[in-house]
């Protein structure tokens, strides 16, 4: 069964103080990873696409690395405005259309 | 932005009453996806269409149907709201990224109580 878990549900950090999120999945073949931002009564925003293994995205000071079996969002030196829920996403190969397994997402809340 | 509205922002409702939300897009995007978003669930994929009058099912389509008559509109009916769909949906479209994938981009969500 295809299904993505992000750890931790939730993390508490201090103005920068970096840190990892991580978003594990298994499906079949990957075609695509995504991960996203959301803030509270608000969509999901597009942040990266990772499409291969040691594949690696960045910007300002979040950077996407991806594995075999799982991705790594790195948060260098957050910033309050950086709390939200992280999502991270993944699209299997053996779907024919651009649908997408979600993760519950991991809350991340930065303090000055 | 992926010019995505989507109407009601937010309706409370009896159960047993149909119920529509509209997602209404700009960009002439061919997919459109309905997503409802729990606690503990993350987003799931309730419907998606591919093209006018083109709509398949997603992983949580029970009690939900979809419609789409024109490119810019992708409806979702509630024929008889539960208690259990209460949740906050979102609508999707997707638009070539140049990898060999689409990205989706999300709208602002309609928070829906069923009382």
């Known amino acids: 069964e295809d299904q993505v878990t992000q750890s931790p549900e939730a993390l508490r950090l201090q103005e920068g103080e970096s840190s990892s999120l991580n978003c594990s999945y298994t499906?079949?073949?990957?075609?695509?990873l995504f991960w996203y931002r959301q803030d509270p009564g608000k969509g999901p925003e597009f942040l990266f696409t990772?499409?291969?293994a040691g594949e690696e995205k960045e910007k300002e000071r979040l950077k996407a690395t991806l594995t075999k079996k799982e991705s790594f969002l790195h948060i260098t030196a957050p910033k309050p405005e950086d709390s939200a829920t992280y999502l991270c996403?993944?699209?299997?190969?053996?779907?024919?259309?651009?649908?997408?397994?979600f993760g519950t997402g991991t809350r991340l809340q930065v303090f000055p | 932005d992926a010019g995505i509205t989507q109407s009601p922002r937010h309706k409370v409702t009896e159960t047993g009453t149909p119920v529509t939300l509209r997602c209404h897009q700009t960009e002439n995007h061919r997919y459109m996806y309905w997503y409802r978003q729990d606690p503990g669930h993350g987003l799931r994929l309730i419907h998606y269409?591919?093209?006018?009058?083109?709509?398949d099912k997603g992983e949580v389509s029970d009690g939900y149907s979809v419609s789409r008559s024109k490119t810019e509109d992708f409806l979702l009916t509630l024929e008889s709201a539960t208690s259990s769909q209460t949740s906050v949906y979102f609508c999707a479209i997707s638009e070539r990224s140049g990898g060999s994938t689409d990205t989706q981009y999300f709208g602002p969500g309609t928070r829906l109580t069923v009382l």
């Open positions: 269409s591919y093209g006018v009058k083109d709509t």
């Open positions: 990772l499409y291969s």
């Open positions: 996403a993944v699209q299997p190969r053996s779907y024919n259309t651009d649908k997408l397994i």
């Open positions: 499906v079949s073949g990957l075609r695509g």
